[in-house]
């Protein structure tokens, strides 16, 4: 689209004035894309000029005053009009711009002003336009930055929400501009997630299409220490119970329970792990007596939409639960489906002692070492022995079974696939439609090798219950090591966007960092693996594909002591996923990780 006369825009005047609306976009690392490739970034910002800005400038009634290859200079009578012009650029320029790679993305970023102007030929000028300039540098990548009048304008007008960064000093501008950066809710994909968690664009997590819930751990207000297993399995039981329903997002515990002991902003939160809605509570625990509170939070309003009280005697805590879940359930429609009212209702235990011992094993198997594994199964055992009708102590059970190899390397794949699937089977006889008791049917086929029944196993746990990370997981793997790794990174990224702090978080990485490999993409292995090793020191199975991509990329001296390094941390490891091919792993892969090890120097 031509670029209009300036002075059609503010009158024939050069010294005539207009109230307007200044909205300036200018394009992210534009000298390093063209530096990478610059007819094929030139090639796709016209196409995003036909397909998505001009279009959407024209229907918002907007008007281009200046451009200058990688920047637009566009004026608005309407203050609405500009913002939801900007909005829809940013929400749509990812999704036109197509599957590229992080490093080659095309962003915008775009900062809105509204005043006076002064038109002088094509040209225009005043402080509305400059501080809509500086304010675009203010924003993160694919972001919105407005002044407080902009936002005083729109905020009960259009959905949006806004983060307040303060009172910014800019460039060349004379007093403090108040600003704000736009919260609207885009199109979740995979791309959005993966710049946000994998790449940390500091970009809030979109909102999922659906209702979404993050259930904090309950407070334990017993004043007995001992009763904390007591009171985060009463949350946990209700993140399940919540997490069975297809129409909801339900934020996996580990991650939820990230703010357990600490006064917590509501909205903080929500953002942090991307939910519009909280739940949080309480559990005081007395003699035979039970009181729970909860209260359901709507992060966006800050309203409490429902919140109650239960006193029970201490055998019908899980009378309790169900009643809090549903009520949670009905209080965040018309969104959840009339039928998601019915959920289907996992079995209570009969006996609250083998629930205790259940919970108290999970606690042990989420500190990750081979000695808390051995803590756990000795815990699911006991919780097997007192209650032989309670399905999740025979998970938990074959969990600590397979961990042995698939994490720790202290059981041979073997022996470790035909133990778990002797406890997950018991599982199944008790509840066929168990989708944690699928996920880890899942684990056992991998660990024989037969993955065919592993996607199988894995697809009917995801049919059952969308929401489980641990099943996401379990399938990224599944894909990356099977030579599928941009479908495996997908299912990873949806991994991290359910669970982004909890037990899988981890190993999750481990499948992102495996994907750029065997995609060959070396530089996003080490660019992805710092930031990792930040986060998670001391997790030792993807050292190897970042030393390997270090090999590949030539820098033998960086990849020969990150090699040193690594088999000083972990000896035990380093030794087990180097020696054997696992059997989920593609033998050609497993070659291809070995030759960037050889060339960071690996001892054969």
């Known amino acids: 689209m031509s670029g209009s006369n300036a002075s059609d825009l503010i009158g024939k005047s050069p010294d005539r004035r207009k109230l307007i609306a200044v909205v300036y976009a200018d394009m992210v690392g534009y000298s390093r894309l063209i530096g990478l490739d610059d007819a094929g970034t030139l090639e796709r910002l016209r196409t995003l000029r036909r397909e998505v800005i001009d279009p959407a400038i024209d229907e918002h009634g907007g008007r281009i005053v200046q451009t200058g290859?990688?920047?637009?200079?566009?004026?608005?009578?309407?203050?609405?009009?500009?913002?939801?012009?900007?909005?829809?650029?940013?929400?749509?320029?990812?999704?036109?711009?197509?599957?590229?790679?992080?490093?080659?993305?095309?962003?915008?970023?775009?900062?809105?002003?509204?005043?006076?102007?002064?038109?002088?030929?094509?040209?225009?000028?005043?402080?509305?336009?400059?501080?809509?300039?500086?304010?675009?540098?203010?924003?993160?990548?694919?972001?919105?930055?407005?002044?407080?009048?902009?936002?005083?304008?729109?905020?009960?007008?259009?959905?949006?929400?806004?983060?307040?960064?303060?009172?910014?000093?800019?460039?060349?501008?004379?007093?403090?501009?108040?600003?704000?950066?736009?919260?609207?809710?885009?199109?979740?994909?995979?791309?959005?997630?993966?710049?946000?968690?994998?790449?940390?664009?500091?970009?809030?997590?979109?909102?999922?299409?659906?209702?979404?819930?993050?259930?904090?751990?309950?407070?334990?207000?017993?004043g007995d220490p001992e009763q904390e297993y007591f009171s985060d399995g009463i949350a946990d039981e209700i993140i399940t119970e919540l997490s069975r329903s297809r129409s909801l997002f339900v934020i996996a515990r580990n991650s939820s329970f990230t703010y357990k002991g600490r006064a917590v902003d509501i909205k903080q939160v929500a953002r942090e792990l991307g939910v519009r809605y909280v739940l949080e509570g309480s559990v005081r625990r007395s003699s035979d007596r039970v009181r729970v509170i909860a209260q359901l939070v709507d992060a966006g309003s800050s309203n409490h939409i429902w919140a109650d009280r239960y006193d029970r005697a201490i055998q019908d805590v899980f009378a309790v639960q169900d009643e809090i879940t549903t009520a949670v359930v009905i209080a965040i429609q018309p969104a959840v489906a009339e039928a998601e009212h019915r959920r289907v209702l996992r079995k209570s235990p009969s006996n609250l002692n083998a629930w205790e011992t259940y919970q108290q094993g999970l606690w042990y198997l989420a500190k990750g070492t081979p000695a808390d594994n051995q803590q756990a199964r000795n815990l699911f055992q006991q919780g097997a022995a007192l209650d032989r009708s309670f399905a999740s102590s025979f998970i938990g059970l074959a969990r600590t079974y397979a961990w042995d190899a698939f994490f720790h390397g202290i059981r041979t794949y073997a022996e470790a696939a035909?133990?778990?699937?002797?406890?997950?089977?018991?599982?199944?006889?008790?509840?066929?439609?168990?989708?944690?008791?699928?996920?880890?049917?899942?684990?056992?086929?991998?660990?024989?090798?037969?993955?065919?029944?592993?996607?199988?196993?894995?697809?009917?746990?995801?049919?059952?219950?969308?929401?489980?990370?641990?099943?996401?997981?379990?399938?990224?793997?599944?894909?990356?090591?099977?030579?599928?790794?941009?479908?495996?990174?997908?299912?990873?990224?949806?991994?991290?966007?359910?669970?982004?702090?909890?037990?899988?978080?981890?190993?999750?990485?481990?499948?992102?960092?495996?994907?750029?490999?065997?995609e060959r993409d070396y530089a996003g292995v080490v660019e992805v693996g710092r930031r990792f090793l930040i986060d998670y020191p001391h997790y030792a199975r993807p050292r190897r594909f970042i030393i390997a991509a270090l090999g590949q990329l030539g820098r033998q001296e960086e990849a020969a002591a990150a090699l040193r390094q690594w088999m000083t941390d972990a000896p035990i490891v380093s030794k087990f996923v180097v020696s054997t091919c696992p059997p989920w792993m593609r033998p050609e892969d497993h070659e291809h990780m070995l030759d960037g090890l050889r060339k960071a120097r690996w001892p054969d």
């Open 418 to 518: 035909k133990l778990t699937e002797r406890e997950v089977r018991r599982a199944l006889t008790l509840d066929q439609d168990d989708p944690e008791a699928h996920t880890v049917l899942a684990e056992a086929f991998a660990l024989s090798g037969d993955m065919s029944a592993a996607m199988v196993a894995i697809e009917r746990g995801l049919d059952l219950n969308r929401n489980s990370a641990e099943a996401h997981w379990q399938k990224a793997a599944f894909l990356t090591y099977g030579g599928r790794p941009t479908e495996g990174r997908r299912e990873a990224l949806t991994t991290l966007r359910l669970n982004p702090r909890g037990l899988f978080s981890p190993v999750t990485w481990g499948v992102i960092i495996a994907s750029y490999y065997f």
């Open 69 to 222: 290859g990688d920047s637009l200079l566009i004026v608005f009578d309407s203050i609405d009009g500009a913002v939801r012009c900007a909005v829809k650029v940013q929400e749509h320029v990812p999704i036109h711009d197509g599957d590229q790679p992080p490093d080659r993305a095309i962003r915008f970023r775009i900062g809105i002003n509204i005043g006076d102007a002064i038109a002088d030929g094509t040209d225009l000028h005043g402080d509305s336009v400059n501080v809509a300039v500086r304010l675009q540098a203010e924003c993160p990548p694919a972001g919105i930055c407005v002044t407080r009048p902009v936002r005083d304008h729109v905020q009960d007008r259009l959905n949006l929400t806004f983060e307040e960064l303060g009172a910014l000093s800019l460039k060349n501008i004379a007093r403090p501009v108040e600003a704000f950066v736009v919260r609207c809710d885009p199109p979740v994909t995979s791309e959005s997630v993966e710049c946000s968690l994998v790449h940390g664009t500091n970009v809030g997590l979109p909102l999922p299409d659906k209702p979404s819930i993050a259930v904090l751990a309950f407070t334990n207000m017993s």
